[in-house]
């Protein structure tokens, strides 16, 4: 069955810090990936997402992402967080299957950064 | 871009009634829509796939003439969970695929059954 796993369900960051989050998961076949962020109150929102092409794919807001097929990883990075970074972050993987996909989620990582 | 909206934001009703929640895609045609359920400080789990003029494609364990699923038009699904009961409060979200396979998210119905 397909599935994806997030390292760290919680993460406590100063600003200015680095980020890195980790994105694992599991299907044989051919895969979209994604990371949503979740601010407080708000609904599910598209941070960037890979297709096809360039393994390393920039998105909003400073964040990038890094699929390594290898690995079965997706790992969301951004250089220096920001207060206003604090959010929940999912990944995301559409399994793609005889024309159709299935969106399987990630547990999230609660991302507060203290000012 | 891509808007999805759904109705109500939050619902309050009593144990044994049913409830509809709708999801529409504002400025974009949908042929599948997705229902998620959020339960608190989890991640999202796929209920179902709504597909417009066929029958929904329910995921595992999920309770088909529980959370009955219409996909009227290409820009609207609805949810109805029936004779909910107080383990049915959550957290409900709808999806829309656009520009491929990215999804768009609606806000959330949250859903509370006394």
């Known amino acids: 069955a397909q599935s994806v796993s997030q390292h760290n369900h919680h993460v406590i960051l100063s600003e200015a810090a680095s980020l890195e989050l980790g994105c694992n998961y599991s299907y044989g076949g051919t895969v979209n990936l994604f990371w949503y962020v979740q601010y407080p109150g708000q609904h599910l929102q598209l941070l960037l997402k890979?297709?096809?092409?360039?393994?390393l794919v920039k998105g909003i807001k400073g964040f990038e992402a890094e699929f390594i097929k290898s690995k079965f990883s997706f790992n969301l990075r951004k250089p220096s967080v920001q207060w206003s970074d604090t959010a929940e972050y999912f990944c995301?993987?559409?399994?793609?299957?005889?024309?159709?996909?299935?969106?399987?989620f990630g547990a999230g990582t609660r991302l507060f950064v203290k000012a | 871009g891509a808007v999805v909206s759904q109705h109500p934001s939050r619902v309050i009703c009593k144990s044994g009634t049913s409830v509809k929640i709708e999801c529409r895609s504002l400025d974009f045609q949908a042929t599948t829509m997705f229902w998620y359920r959020q339960f608190p400080k989890q991640s999202l789990m796929l209920m179902a796939t709504s597909n417009e003029g066929s029958k929904a494609t329910y995921e595992q364990g999920v309770e088909k003439d529980k959370f009955l699923i219409n996909h009227a038009s290409l820009t609207l699904s609805t949810l109805t969970v029936t004779s909910a009961h107080p383990e049915d409060s959550s957290f409900y979200i709808c999806s829309a695929p656009h520009e491929g396979a990215t999804q768009y998210f609606g806000p959330g119905t949250r859903l509370l059954v006394l």
């Open positions: 995301a993987v559409n399994a793609v299957k005889n024309g159709g996909f299935k969106t399987i």
């Open positions: 890979y297709f096809s092409g360039d393994p």
